[in-house]
Antibody, heavy 122, light 110 residues
Framework: QITLKESGPTLVIPTQTLTLTCTFSGFSVRTNGVGVGWIRQPPGKALEWLALIYWDDDKRYNPSLKNRLTITKDTSKNQVVLRMTNTDPVDTATYYC??????????????WGQGTLVTVSP | QSVLTQPPSASGTPGQRVTMSCSGSSSNIGNNYAYWYQQLPGTAPKLLIYSNDQRPSGVPDRFSGSKSGTSASLAISGLRSEDEADYYCAAWDDSLRGPVFGGGTKVTVL
């Protein structure tokens, strides 16, 4: 059974760095083809892909946010971490981590965490 | 502004067939698979369709996907009250080197 859960601060002061952790079970990020991504959703708005990390440590970032994002993985802890620098109130959103099921295609996020709401406010 | 374009809303009465579109470009839908996600109120998205027209295990066959050129479509036949949700299309984008999503279509069951 594959599960993912996001954790991190619920409130961030503007300009601070946001660090989110995705803790998962049911798969290993060392397995060939595995990918874990971060997607966010501002209140009442659409989904926006942020970053993706693969089993071989290949990393992809949304170009519009690339300079502010860093995604890493800790295979021993079964975690994927996303860091976002220089936060702004427009970064207020529910942040999801999701497991990409390789056999279903490159954009097939078949399992999602419950999401964590992060508010960026003074 | 989302990379993929979806109509903001669609509606139907129970039992009706509802369709929604997703328009992209040659860098995404035109040369890659289309995906559909269902997001019920207050919950995380759920993969509904992958590889244009394939349903993951457990997804009712009332949901069907198709693709033509740079556009994709999702149809819901035999509409039910529990289908009231937001539906997002997605695709891999070769230019952005990552997945892109549509703005979502809110389906209302009248």
């Amino acid at each position: 059974q594959i599960t993912l859960k996001e954790s991190g601060p619920t409130l961030v002061i503007p300009t601070q760095t946001l660090t989110l952790t995705c803790t998962f079970s049911g798969f290993s990020v060392r397995t060939n083809g595995v990918g874990v991504g971060w997607i966010r959703q501002p209140p009442g708005k659409a989904l926006e892909w942020l970053a993706l990390i693969y089993w071989d440590d290949d990393k992809r970032y949304n170009p519009s946010l690339k300079n502010r994002l860093t995604i890493t993985k800790d295979t021993s802890k079964n975690q994927v971490v996303l860091r976002m620098t220089n936060t702004d109130p427009v970064d207020t959103a529910t942040y999801y981590c999701a497991y990409r099921l390789q056999n279903f295609g490159p954009a097939a996020f078949a399992y999602w965490g419950q999401g964590t709401l992060v508010t960026v406010s003074p | 502004q989302s990379v993929l374009t979806q109509p903001p809303s669609a509606s139907g009465t129970p039992g009706q067939r509802v369709t929604m579109s997703c328009s992209g470009s040659s860098s995404n839908i035109g040369n890659n698979y289309a995906y559909w996600y269902q997001q019920l109120p207050g919950t995380a998205p759920k993969l509904l369709i992958y590889s244009n027209d394939q349903r993951p295990s457990g997804v009712p066959d009332r949901f069907s996907g198709s693709k033509s050129g740079t556009s994709a479509s999702l149809a819901i036949s035999g509409l039910r009250s529990e289908d009231e949700a937001d539906y997002y299309c997605a695709a891999w984008d070769d230019s952005l080197r990552g997945p892109v999503f549509g703005g979502g279509t809110k389906v209302t069951v009248l």
